[in-house]
């Protein structure tokens, strides 16, 4: 094989083309670029490491068995995180711990201090890192998804609902809720 066709500098859809036939190294250079990414969105998308962990391997091995049945509509890696959402989903389910959203837009932004204080203020106050991840550990498994993917991940508002499998307007419309249940989970723990 030349160099330039190493594994190293394959495109994802390459070597994801290569894993359907079997190239156990094309998919272990898949793994090694994307498990960072996987691995953080499935830590948002379940209730602790361990379950990331399990949604890690189950997301990897569904990618490794459907590799041949990727169509290139997406990224690899948006792809690879649609599974993880699909597993976490799975392993919520069948836990029994579906999550509910009762809570009205208003009350939201309300808990949220809308016109209270300017927005930039209470992100100031709220870096520090461990009141950060207080306040994403108390959110429902879909509303840290999507903050992980668009804020964290900084996949484009497309590839955000890609890989949720939503519209691009149910995604804004869930980023918005999300962002302000993260802005009043914070202000309710006295971090803005």
């Given at each position: 094989?030349?160099?330039?066709?190493?594994?190293?500098?394959?495109?994802?859809?390459?070597?994801?083309?290569?894993?359907?036939?079997?190239?156990?190294?094309?998919?272990?250079?898949?793994?090694?670029?994307?498990?960072?990414?996987?691995?953080?969105?499935?830590?948002a998308a379940t209730d602790?490491?361990?379950?990331?962990?399990?949604?890690?391997?189950?997301?990897?091995?569904?990618?490794?068995?459907?590799?041949?049945?990727?169509?290139?509509?997406?990224?690899?890696?948006?792809?690879?995180?649609?599974?993880?959402?699909?597993?976490?989903?799975?392993?919520?389910?069948?836990?029994?711990?579906?999550?509910?959203?009762?809570?009205?837009?208003?009350?939201?932004?309300?808990?949220?201090?809308w016109g209270s204080e300017?927005?930039?203020?209470?992100?100031?106050?709220?870096?520090?890192?461990?009141?950060?991840?207080?306040?994403?550990?108390?959110?429902?498994?879909?509303?840290?998804?999507?903050?992980?993917?668009?804020?964290?991940?900084?996949?484009?508002?497309?590839?955000?609902?890609?890989?949720?499998?939503?519209?691009?307007?149910?995604?804004?419309?869930?980023?918005?809720?999300?962002?302000?249940?993260?802005?009043?989970?914070?202000?309710?723990?006295?971090?803005?």
């Open positions: 094989m030349p160099a330039e066709e190493s594994k190293g500098v394959l495109t994802d859809e390459e070597l994801l083309k290569r894993t359907a036939a079997g190239d156990r190294e094309a998919f272990d250079v898949i793994v090694t670029r994307h498990q960072a990414a996987v691995f953080r969105f499935a830590r602790g490491p361990a379950a990331a962990e399990d949604v890690l391997q189950e997301t990897f091995l569904s990618a490794w068995r459907a590799a041949g049945a990727f169509q290139g509509r997406s990224a690899v890696r948006t792809w690879l995180l649609s599974i993880t959402r699909n597993q976490a989903w799975h392993q919520r389910e069948r836990a029994g711990r579906l999550p509910v959203d009762d809570v009205p837009l208003p009350e939201l932004g309300e808990a949220a201090g300017s927005p930039e203020d209470g992100v100031l106050r709220s870096e520090r890192r461990d009141r950060l991840a207080g306040a994403l550990a108390a959110l429902a498994p879909e509303e840290r998804e999507v903050l992980v993917l668009r804020d964290l991940e900084e996949l484009t508002g497309e590839e955000t609902a890609a890989a949720l499998g939503i519209g691009l307007a149910a995604m804004k419309s869930r980023l918005h809720r999300a962002r302000l249940r993260l802005a009043a989970e914070l202000r309710r723990n006295g971090s803005c």
